[in-house]
């Protein structure tokens, strides 16, 4: 079936501007992460998403961060006036339903804030 | 004590050696170590995970082994081929929690 999707697959804005990150889990799955990957650098996690809610959110960088899941599915990634260290990779993953379950990762959206 | 400390950064081998990366943790609560490949313009892709209760664990030409004393677990690879080469992460989580903590990751490069 198909995978987890993300769009943009790439993203170049101004710094001070607006950008919104999406992400398709896999159908079914209820469990959604978002994870940084920095040029070089390992994963960071940012977010997790059960259903919509979200228990925990305190990996978020700062309140430039949020993040919101609707339906029980897509979700969408908002920074705020970008800054130049936001230019990352940006990868969410779905797993079935509970922790610690294998995650599946999409191909992420690479942002460049200039 | 989050942290998974990942070695080599780097790492070339000639087709048919064996590939060895390690990893080290600080928190024994951590119960569940995959390892993850990511190929360029990918995402991250599980490649063969372990739980402390075994020692070692071998799928194909992939083989985990754990030390839970020494809080170390290592990824083995063997007969590397170039379509092999790929960055790896190791990672380790609680099973009852939700984050994985990546290592840094370890760039393969498989010579022909």
Redesign the interface.
């Known amino acids: 079936g198909a995978g987890?999707s993300q769009s943009p697959s790439n993203k170049v804005t101004e710094k001070g501007k607006d950008v919104e990150l999406r992400c398709d889990p896999i159908s079914g799955h209820t469990?959604l992460?978002w994870?940084r990957q920095s040029l070089?650098?390992?994963?960071?996690?940012l977010i997790?998403f059960?259903g919509n809610s979200a228990?925990?959110k305190s990996?978020l960088p700062s309140d430039r961060f949020s993040a919101e899941r609707t339906g029980g599915s897509v979700s969408t990634l908002t920074i705020q006036r970008t800054q130049q260290e936001d230019s990352a990779v940006y990868?969410c993953?779905s797993s079935p339903f509970r922790?610690?379950e294998?995650?599946?990762?999409?191909?992420?959206t690479r942002l460049l804030v200039l | 004590q989050q942290q998974v400390k990942q070695s080599p950064q780097s790492l070339i081998v000639q087709k048919g050696g064996i590939s060895i990366i390690n990893c080290a943790y600080e928190n024994t609560a951590f119960d569940y170590f995959p390892w993850y490949q990511q190929f360029p313009g990918k995402g991250p892709a599980l490649l063969i995970a372990i739980r402390p209760d075994v020692s070692e664990k071998k799928e194909g030409r992939f083989t985990i082994s754990f030390n839970k004393s020494a809080k170390q677990f290592s990824l083995h690879i063997m007969d590397s081929q170039p379509g092999d080469s790929a960055t790896y992460f190791c990672a380790a989580s609680m099973q009852s929690s939700y984050k994985l903590i990546f290592g840094s990751g370890t760039r393969l490069l498989v010579r022909p």
């Not at chain 1, 070089?40 to 996690?45: A, K, M, N, R, T």
């Not at chain 1, 294998?102 to 992420?108: D, E, K, L, R, V």
């Open positions: 987890v469990a992460y994870y070089g650098q390992g994963l960071e996690f997790y059960q228990p925990d990996g990868l993953a922790p610690g294998t995650q599946y990762f999409g191909p992420g």
